[in-house]
Structures are given as C-alpha cells and as structure tokens.
C-alpha cells in the first residue's frame, strides 16, 4: 500500500519539475529574446546617432573651401545682403537695425509674408534705414515629393545673387509670383530658368541654375540658421535677435514697417 501512495506523488513531483524546467526554460528563452531586441534597438538608436554624427560632419561651415560661397554673402550667418540700389552683395549700413530674413522657396507662409511686407521692407531698405539680408535656406525639401525643389530653388537665388545681383530681388519676387502650393514636386529647372530670364537674368546665367554650384553653400547656410535659432520659415531677425510675432504681429499689414521705424 505504502508503494502505492508514493507513486502517484512522485509522479507529481517529477510532472512539477518537468514544468518548472520548462517555465526557467521558457523564461531563458524570453530574456534571450530581450537581450537580443534590446542589444537591436541599442545598434538602431546608435547606428541613427552615428548616421547623424556621419551627415552633419559632411555639412561644409560657411567659410569651408569645400563650400562655393555666393559674391558678397555674410561668410558668418549665411546672409545675402542688398543694397540701397537693390544690389545683391553690395554694401548696406552700418549704423542701422539689421534685418535678416529666413525664407523657404516652397513655404506658403513665405509667400505670405513677402506679399505683406515686401514693399515696406524695399521702402526702408532704398532710404538706407535698414541693412537687409537674405537667407534662402531650405527646409521643406522633404515636402516637394522626392524633386528637392527648395534647395534647387535656394542654389538658383545664390546663383543669381553671384552671378546676376542686379537682378536678386526681381528674381526672388518673381519666384513667390509663380510660387508652387506645398507638397506638389514645385517647379521645374526649366521652369525656374524662365523665371530668371523673365526677370531679366541674362539667358547665358539662367542656364547655369541647376548646376547646383552652390548646393553645399545652402546645406551649411541653412544648418548655420538653425544654429542661430531659426526653427521655421519665415523667420526674420532684428540686430541677429529672432523677432517674435506675440512682440510684433508681421503678418498685419504695416506692423514691421510701423517697429522698424521705431528702432
């Protein structure tokens, strides 16, 4: 009887340890698992981090050889000053609030503010009571569908800036008159061409515009703006300080004019 009784519990001690072998087994098993997923996340998370480290190390400074720099521009802060006389990278002022304003071909809002202030900013600029410089940057090129139209149309602007910059400013209005919507592939290098030569830009320059001559010029202008705290576009800066629109509302006809003149 004695052996009976005992059976049945050793059978149950020996079912009780084949299940826990298999819970510690099942158990080694998800912890090996987790081990593996952690260690793949931690070589994803490093491998984004040295990605990054690997792209901006090939993002040229300003002043980089390896960075063809638009006749006249700001070497510091990447901006194409215009003068009096509407000269892209002539001489502007000295003693005067400086303006600095952060465009992206491709932003709407851009758009936007040119049509508000453009001829207010011209106005102040040709009386000498401000220095103004330009910053074609890109920032939306992600939003173009795979064409990068910003830096496309950024490198024309430097371009006309460098070679043609009598006519930077009528190039430039021209480009938000004929301005693509946001998200579309934007205009095409033919097409930014003609822009330019209606603009004036002599044919022989216009064809040059998508030689991307000053690509790596507007990669590290546009990474310098971001440095200096441009976190969107339109920005504009006063005496290299981010003017805030709950400090000046730009967007309501005559505001920016009204602050500037004030300054």
Known sequence: MAK???????????????????????????????????????????????????????VPPLDSEDAVIPAGSDAETGGIPVSSDGVA????????????????????????????????????????????????????????????FSTRSANAAATVADAAPEHFLEFTAAMYANQPAEGTTGLSDEEIAQIAIDAGVPETIAETLDDGIFTKWVIAATERASQDGMQGTPTVMVNREI?????????????????????
């Open 4 to 58: 009976n009784s005992t059976a049945p519990k050793n059978q149950k001690a020996a079912a009780a340890r084949a299940q826990a072998q298999k819970s510690v087994k099942a158990q080694e098993r998800r912890t090996t698992l987790g081990i593996v997923i952690g260690a793949l996340v931690a070589l994803v998370v490093f491998g984004g981090i040295v990605f990054y480290i690997v792209q901006s190390s090939q």
């Open 89 to 148: 990278g002539g001489e502007v002022p000295a003693d005067v609030p400086r303006v600095d304003l952060y465009e992206d071909f491709m932003c709407p809002i851009c758009g936007q503010f040119e049509e508000i202030n453009a001829e207010d900013i011209d106005a102040l600029r040709e009386s000498g009571e401000i220095a103004v410089y330009y910053h074609p940057i890109s920032i939306l090129d992600a939003t173009s569908q795979g064409t990068d």
């Open 243 to 263: 003017l805030e629109q709950a400090e000046v509302p730009y967007f309501q006809p005559g505001a920016l004019r009204t602050h500037l003149e004030s300054l």
